[in-house]
């Protein structure tokens, strides 16, 4: 059992978990992610590692409840307790180091929970960073302060212009691509799956280097089922081991939307039988 | 000396037309008449040529001569003396190849059922009798660490703690059994049987830690550091072949391992009162030719398929599954395309499966295996309507383990060992089960974990 030792809502169904989990906090590198099973009758959902604290032996998930599973979640409080916590799993991101020229970290909606300890640790390393922060609304923005601290450019773009430019993370990306491609050393894309189709759309035009995080259906999370695959440069690679973290322009889009579209019909209903069986 | 009854007692099983719909357990295990029966067919030879056919070594005409005079303690007594598993093993050990295979009876008669009767008198205990439990050494103060909690890591782990270690488990995932509850389904090996066994480990004095992926969580170098003085690695041979054709990551396409995990350890055929989904449509196409295959493919039917056909390259024969479970899968009408082969899957637009392209094979020449090798029969391609697929043609170590740990493998990814010892290239660690010999059996599992424990005690020993 893994207990919840702090609980914050940090947008409307954004929330944050620090978890008592000392062998995952030992280990825990930016760019892997964890497997939770919250009750004997759960699925395993595989979250982020958004933050760790090696001494007390805590890890930090935030997560955004967009079904059944994250929904029941978030109806937790600290001092309740998670019945699996496994992880740290995933490759590490191998990005960090100091580069000659500029990073871009583009996240939008939860991905800027993903996306803070890598920008962390880009910028802790020496880097210049850009980060555009991006979401539907002012209301679901979160960590806005903790992703500006670490960046030399910040930018915010909301889909209805309630706060910062109004318009899509991409539009600012392309401001910054058409003035400067050539100082990037890459960008880093992490947000929902369409978001990140648009980035290695854009950025593939001026040949800039562009890394994604996938959000594969998982199960094991250890390269035991092939739930997670997908074809990353006419290859097929398993999300939990050989990533999460990929080359963005070698992802098929297609195959990433269609295979995260599996269980639509059954989510559905998981969700509305949990709902009404809670008088939602 | 008494009449040959030549055919076993007939297994008392659920109707095929009611199995196919419930997950209960298929074989419903002999009545005590029925297996008093069952046990007067034994010669009880002088030269028992069974006991060779079994690789933990049961003293088979023991144990059967105890069911015939009545004394189940005695007989599961003698079981327990070599298998911690038997349980397990009487239901799921392919016996036609291996102890029924060595019977002298099978020579022109039917076997004794040797696997019933282990079962009856491992079920007797359980739920009759009792569990007893061994003696257990005196504590030699030293520490055993043991990866994976499927067949080989809960062998090892019990006879290293009967042996006087403190042993702990790690394992990846959040329950025990390894294949045996992620795999094997609930209708061929219920969980509760799965759970009693793994009961008895722990009451050996054995620790469990779930949730430790070795390689990620922690390294086998830490387990050093920890005070572990000598490693098990048990970690099977989980890693899904594909075949690498056109097509194969359609929706709908599911390893057996994905197939079987959402099915068997997460639940999914009780959704939604347990949330993980399991998506089978109305034609299912399994491939391959083993145990994986009827396991997923009499769980598609159980999951509500219309039609559900295996699809196997070679012809019966070669089929590496158990007997019993093929003629199972037949009763239960699963259709078998033999000498057929996928070449590529064809989708549509929102990327679901809805066609195979199959190709028919003969047999040629044999191969590397001593099975004669499958050849495509040029032109004869057709296509049929699939909109389900399970791919269950073989699995190989996970790497996830091996990574900077310098063991040496061989180029298939197993882990090569003393095979007298069990130790790996790296003094201290042993390995047996799947991780050495690929997909294989439980009883081999256990065979080899027996092995590696003596070759730990006798390694901790000298120092
Ligand atoms: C490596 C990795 C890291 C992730 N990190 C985070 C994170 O830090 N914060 C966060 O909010 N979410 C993260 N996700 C996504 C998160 O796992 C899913 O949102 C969650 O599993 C949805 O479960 P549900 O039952 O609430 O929703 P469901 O009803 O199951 O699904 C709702 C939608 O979520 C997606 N989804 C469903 N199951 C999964 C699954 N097992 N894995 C991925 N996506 C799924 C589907 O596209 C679906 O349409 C991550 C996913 C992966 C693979
Ligand atoms: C569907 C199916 C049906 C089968 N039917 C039969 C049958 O009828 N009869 C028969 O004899 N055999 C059968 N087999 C084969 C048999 O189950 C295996 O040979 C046997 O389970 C091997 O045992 P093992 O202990 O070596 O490995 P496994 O049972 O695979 O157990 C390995 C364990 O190690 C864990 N692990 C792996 N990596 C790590 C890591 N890095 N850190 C921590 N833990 C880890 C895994 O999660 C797993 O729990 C079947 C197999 C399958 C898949
Ligand atoms: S353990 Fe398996 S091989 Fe040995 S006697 Fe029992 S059924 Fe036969
Ligand atoms: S070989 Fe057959 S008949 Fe002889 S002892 Fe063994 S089980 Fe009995
Ligand atoms: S989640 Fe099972 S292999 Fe990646």
Redesign the interface.
């Known amino acids: 059992m893994y207990k919840i030792l702090r609980k914050e809502v940090l947008a409307p169904r954004i929330n944050l978990m620090e978890i008592d989990a000392p062998?995952?906090a030992r280990?825990g590198q930016p760019g892997q992610f964890i497997i939770l099973?919250m009750r004997e009758?759960?699925?395993?959902i595989p979250l982020t590692i958004a933050d760790f604290d090696r001494e007390k032996g805590t890890v930090t998930i935030v997560f955004q409840e967009v079904g059944?599973?994250t929904e029941e979640l978030a109806t937790l409080n600290a001092g309740d307790v998670i019945?699996?916590?496994?992880?740290?799993?995933g490759i590490p991101s191998d990005h960090g180091r100091k580069e000659d020229k500029k990073v871009v970290c583009v996240s939008g909606g939860v991905g800027t929970a993903v996306i803070f300890p890598e920008l962390r640790k880009i910028k802790e390393n020496g880097n210049y960073t850009i980060t555009i922060q991006g979401s539907r609304s002012k209301e679901l923005l979160f960590w806005s302060d903790r992703l500006e601290k670490y960046s030399d450019e910040f930018y915010i773009t909301t889909d209805d212009g309630s706060f910062g430019r109004k318009g899509f993370v991409t539009d600012q990306l392309k401001d910054i691509l058409a003035e400067k491609s050539d100082d990037i050393a890459y960008v880093l894309a992490i947000g929902p799956i369409p978001m990140m189709k648009f980035v290695c759309a854009l950025t593939e035009q001026y040949s800039v280097k562009t890394y994604v995080s996938l959000n594969t259906i998982m199960?094991?999370g250890?390269?035991?089922?092939?739930?997670c695959?997908?074809?990353v440069g006419n290859e097929?690679k398993f999300a939990c081991?050989d990533g999460p973290e990929f080359d963005g322009h070698l992802v098929d889009w297609?195959?990433m939307e269609?295979?995260n579209?599996?269980?639509i019909p059954?989510?559905r209903?998981?969700l509305e039988?949990y709902r009404k069986l809670m008088g939602k | 000396m008494a009449k040959i009854v030549p055919k076993k007692m007939p297994m008392p099983e659920q109707d095929p037309m009611e199995r196919r719909k419930n997950f209960n357990e298929v074989a419903l295990g002999l009545t005590p008449e029925l297996a008093l029966e069952e046990a007067k067919r034994c010669l009880q030879c002088p030269n028992p040529t069974c006991i060779e056919g079994c690789p933990v070594e049961i003293d088979i005409p023991g144990f059967i001569k105890k069911i015939v005079e009545g004394d189940l303690r005695g007989a599961i007594d003698i079981v327990k003396s070599t298998n911690s598993l038997p349980a397990i093993c009487g239901r799921v050990c392919p016996q036609e190849t291996q102890c029924e295979e060595k019977c002298v009876l099978a020579k022109k008669f039917e076997p004794v059922a040797i696997g019933r009767l282990e079962r009856y008198v491992a079920d007797y205990e359980r739920e009759k009798l009792g569990v007893t439990m061994p003696d257990v050494a005196q504590s030699k103060g030293k520490k055993v660490a043991v990866v994976g909690a499927g067949p080989a890591g809960l062998t090892c782990a019990g006879d290293l703690a009967k042996m006087g270690y403190q042993v702990t488990i790690f394992e990846a995932l959040h329950d025990t059994g390894g294949v045996l509850r992620y795999g094997i389904p609930e209708f061929r090996l219920p969980n509760s049987i799965i759970d009693a066994e793994v009961d008895y480990v722990l009451k050996l004095g054995v620790e469990v830690k779930l949730d430790v992926v070795i390689g990620q969580t922690l390294t086998l170098d830490e387990l050093f550091e920890m005070g572990y003085e000598a490693i098990f690695l048990g970690t099977g041979a989980g890693l899904p072949r594909f075949m690498n054709i056109p097509g194969e990551n359609l929706n709908g396409i599911y390893s057996a391992n994905e197939f079987l995990t959402r099915n068997n350890l997460m639940r999914a055929y009780l959704f939604p009162e347990y949330d993980t989904p399991l998506w089978v449509g109305e034609r299912v196409a399994v491939l391959g030719g083993g145990n994986v295959t009827m396991d997923a493919a009499r769980t598609a039917l159980r999951n509500g398929a219309k039609e559900v056909h295996v699809i196997y390259r070679r012809s019966r024969k070669e089929m590496p599954a158990r007997i019993e479970e093929i003629h199972h899968a037949e009763e239960e009408g699963i259709i078998f395309d033999l000498l057929t082969n996928p070449i590529r899957y064809i989708g549509d637009e929102k990327g679901w499966v809805k066609q195979i392209e199959l190709i028919k094979m003969e047999l040629g020449e044999p191969d590397e295996s001593g099975r004669r090798r499958p050849v495509p029969i040029e032109g004869s391609n057709y296509i049929a309507d699939f909109d389900t697929v399970v791919i269950a043609i073989g699995t190989s170590p996970n790497p996830l383990i091996m990574q900077g740990a310098g063991l040496e493998t061989t180029k298939w990814g197993t882990v090569v060992i003393d095979k007298e010892t069990g130790m790996t290239s790296r003094p201290g660690i042993f390995a047996g089960g799947d991780v050495v010999t690929g997909a294989a059996t439980v009883i081999e599992a256990m065979g080899a974990a027996k092995i590696a424990a003596r070759g730990i005690d006798k390694y901790l020993s000298r120092q």
Not at chain 1, 83 to 89: I, K, Q, R, S, T
Not at chain 1, 222 to 227: A, F, I, L, Q, W
């Open positions: 062998f995952v280990k099973r009758y759960s699925e395993r059944k599973s019945a699996d916590f496994v992880g740290p799993l199960v094991d250890t390269g035991m089922c092939g739930s695959r997908i074809t097929t081991v297609k195959e269609d295979r579209s599996r269980f059954q989510e209903e998981s039988r």
